[in-house]
């Protein structure tokens, strides 16, 4: 689940990360941290492990405003984009919205910080979509057997 990734086998957190060969780099695992991540914006908590939280608790912006966010940031991003990209994008979209502190608390509690990043970094620009998704929440992206 996005609230609690960590117990059917996700990750919840960067420092857990899974750098195996299987499961194609840990492509099912490792989607368990930006799932939390954005379950921690949208509802606010901690992370899930226990042993992974920072102290403080992420407050929440709200579905519609996390899905904007993250919408736009995902837009902006390289093919070849990493945590710390989206990390990036988002904290930037964010920015324009006046949340960026949010959305960097909900990075923080699940490890991608500045400093897991290696510091300041830039992705390559690309442009940013001008709408965020309607009502439908994602459909248009993704056709059934895709």
């Known amino acids: 689940s996005m609230k609690a990734p960590g117990a059917l086998g996700p990750r919840s957190h ?3 990360y899974d750098r195996s060969q299987g499961d194609n780099g840990g ?3 490792n989607n368990g941290i930006v799932n939390h991540w954005f379950y921690l914006l949208s509802e606010g908590g901690t992370n899930a ?4 939280r920072t102290g403080f608790t992420v407050e929440g912006i709200g579905i519609e405003k996390a899905m904007t966010i993250l ?4 837009g902006s991003l390289p093919v070849d984009a990493d945590f710390c990209d ?3 994008a988002s904290s930037s979209v964010a920015q324009d919205m006046n949340l960026s502190e949010h959305v960097i608390d909900a990075w923080e509690e699940v490890g ?3 400093t897991a990043c290696g510091g300041t970094r830039t992705p390559s620009p690309r442009p940013v979509p001008s709408e965020a998704p309607g009502s439908d929440g ?3 992206l993704w056709s059934p057997g895709m």
């Open 71 to 74: 919408w736009k940031a995902y």
């Open 112 to 114: 991608v910080s500045e």
């Open 27 to 29: 492509v099912h695992k």
């Open 138 to 140: 994602w459909r248009g």
């Open 49 to 52: 492990n226990v042993e992974r």
């Open 86 to 88: 989206l990390r990036i």
């Open 14 to 16: 960067f420092q857990d």
